[in-house]
């Protein structure tokens, strides 16, 4: 584990580089015509409003956790790093000291407009699904389960990809099929379920439960998927104590849900501009991070 305290990066503006994108957390930068620079910074985000107060090296922790992650699917699906150095892009020192462990130097592809979302358990929006309808984004599940209850085997629920701001929306598998072509949407499904398989043993032999994921794909020059974004982290999955798993009730969890928890005490529309957290907040929800980030690379 090499995340270490460091001064929160809320924003980045590096010099000479372009950058061509700031979302939620990471800032995009240009590189060249084949390769772009991510930055993971301290921002935090929740109910899809980005929060005012950062959360200590989260953005280094988020970057260690994909990358462990990144090398060890790599037999399951090629991804977006490229292997070259942050410094021989970024000459600066200081701007170098900052991007330590928190930036990746990546290939330049064309994403897909949709969020591969993989459920191994019926919680949140899911839960809020299944009650409604019986199942999931058209999915049929077994009548009599509880919150968080393990499902019978993952199912794959693709949502759509929203601007910052705005709310993904979760949608059939087929009507991914019709935006993406179902040759393409097959592989993305049978590829994200590879994938949480594959890492939600190995979590689960380290004392974390992966309740459910999302990922995001790319295509490069040759049409072959890719794996892109961040991978299997506590920004992008639900991660649960195994020892503190109960179901009937929503599980403690090493992800933002603590902030979530927080914010519904608030009397807040959950609109920006989000309210600031307290110092105790902060200071937990960091430990969470990088505690996710201790168990899993033990």
């Not at 390769?35 to 109910?47: E, G, K, N, P």
């Not at 968080?148 to 709310?167: C, M, N, S, W």
Request: neutral net charge; aromatic residues 8%.
């Amino acid at each position: 584990m090499n995340a270490s305290p460091s001064d929160p990066v809320f924003e980045t503006s590096l010099k000479g580089l372009e950058l061509i994108h700031r979302g939620k957390v990471r800032d995009v930068y240009a590189l060249d015509a084949k390769r772009m620079l991510i930055v993971t910074s301290d921002r935090l985000s929740a109910f899809d409003v980005v929060l005012p107060d950062p959360i200590p090296d989260k953005g280094r922790v988020l970057t260690e956790i994909s990358n462990f992650w990144f090398a060890r699917t790599r037999h399951i699906v090629q991804n977006h790093l490229t292997g070259l150095p942050v410094a021989d892009f970024v000459s600066d020192p200081v701007e170098r000291a900052m991007l330590e462990h928190r930036a990746i130097v990546v290939r330049r592809l064309r994403a897909l407009p949709v969020e591969a979302v993989v459920r191994g358990y019926v919680i949140g929006s899911g839960w809020k699904e299944y009650q409604a309808t019986g199942g999931i984004c058209g999915i049929a599940l077994p009548k009599g389960l509880r919150q968080a209850d393990r499902l019978p085997e993952p199912i794959f629920t693709p949502a759509t990809k929203a601007a910052v701001g705005e709310h993904d929306e979760n949608v059939s598998f087929e009507a991914i099929a019709g935006t993406i072509g179902a040759d393409l949407a097959a592989k993305v499904r049978s590829t994200a379920l590879a994938i949480y398989a594959f890492a939600a043993e190995h979590a689960r032999a380290h004392g974390i439960i992966i309740a459910d994921t999302k990922f995001e794909f790319g295509v490069d020059d040759a049409g072959e998927l890719v794996l892109i974004d961040e991978v299997l982290t506590p920004d992008s999955s639900r991660f649960w104590p195994a020892d503190r798993y109960a179901p009937g009730q929503s599980p403690p969890s090493f992800d933002k849900q603590y902030v979530r928890d927080y914010l519904e005490t608030l009397t807040w529309n959950k609109k920006a501009p989000g309210p600031k957290l307290p110092a105790e907040v902060i200071g937990k929800t960091a430990a969470n991070y990088r505690e996710a980030l201790a168990r899993l690379t033990a």
